[in-house]
């Protein structure tokens, strides 16, 4: 590790958002779930009497690396949870992962600590690649298990390349399912996007999100709902979220919540009117958004966490993420 590299402790989601944003956007593994704004909010709803317990690294060409971590007894963890994040990680600078990862076991060996929890760390993820290895050598034991899969696409210029490389069942099952709909006299699918009116339309949408599904309303406690809220403001007021209904005869029956970051846009949830699944309104809401999406010049298209069926319809292919588990071996153990 280098004299220059020194390690600050993380205290603040604010001190060094300009800094973090900007190394956010060299890393890899860069998505919405990693920006500062995100992690704030997610603490201020979800902290539970955890302790910030972080890092960073800073060089003379400024900050290389975060751990954004939280203590919760003998427990070190990312901030945040499966729950609310669809992927975490440490951001790194490309080319300074031998330094960072020798700055978390060296700063792990001054801690009093019995597990680092780090979840929903994508496949190609560096922390899979590096950190592994390294602990094993310190006399660390390391588990990592598969936690869930995100499946996504690579969009073509067009929609009809889309098309085209959809499997031949798929492609005409789209196909059909959009003549049906545009069969329709009275239908039109519209977005949302100012931070008012997305104030002013989350009602309906958790409204269209609870109707679809019965585990998704059980998912939306309370606590979730805040969280969930405040999310949607503050990426509104960041010109990340767009929020698309889907209206047959006057009535919203369809609705798709997106964010559009660095090249990606990312599906977060969605919902619809059952009575209207003759006109599979909440896939064709998707696949219209997916079109858009292709329109914009957007590079690929995120339907994040969950095997649900409709996203391989839309030819969504999986990447895995995974959780990762650093721990003390027991005394005795050859781990």
Known sequence: ?????????????????????????????????????????????????????????????????????????????????????????????PGGEADFFAALLGWLEQEN?????????????????????????????????????????????????????????????????????????????????????????LDDFLTLMRQSDPEKAAYMTPEREAFFRRVAQRTAELDLLRLYFLELDGQDVAASLCFDYNGTRFLYNSGYNPEYGYYSVGLLLNALCLREAIELGQGYFDFLRGPESYKYHLGGQDRNIYRMVVSKPMAGSNS
């Open 1 to 93: 590790m280098r004299d220059t590299l020194t390690a600050t402790p993380l205290n603040s989601f604010q001190e060094i958002q300009a800094e973090w944003l900007g190394l956010l956007a060299q890393c890899p593994v860069n998505t919405v779930f990693l920006m500062p704004q995100w992690q704030e909010i997610w603490w201020d709803a979800f902290r539970n009497g955890r302790e910030m317990a972080g890092f960073y690294l800073r060089q003379p060409e400024g900050v290389t690396a975060i751990a954004s971590l939280a203590r919760q007894g003998r427990a070190l963890s990312f901030v945040g949870n499966s729950e609310t994040f669809d992927y975490n990680d440490f951001m790194i600078r």
């Open 113 to 201: 600590w019995e597990a680092l929890e780090l979840p929903s760390l994508i496949e190609t993820s560096p922390t899979l690649e590096y950190l592994p290895e390294l602990a094993r050598q310190q006399g660390y034991a390391v588990e990592i298990s598969p936690e869930d899969v995100t499946p996504g696409l690579a969009l073509p210029p067009t929609w009809e390349e889309y098309l085209a490389g959809l499997s031949k069942k798929n492609r005409h099952e789209l196909r059909r399912k959009l003549r049906r709909l545009e069969s329709v006299e009275n239908w039109r699918w519209y977005s949302v996007r100012e931070p008012a009116a997305v104030s002013d339309r």
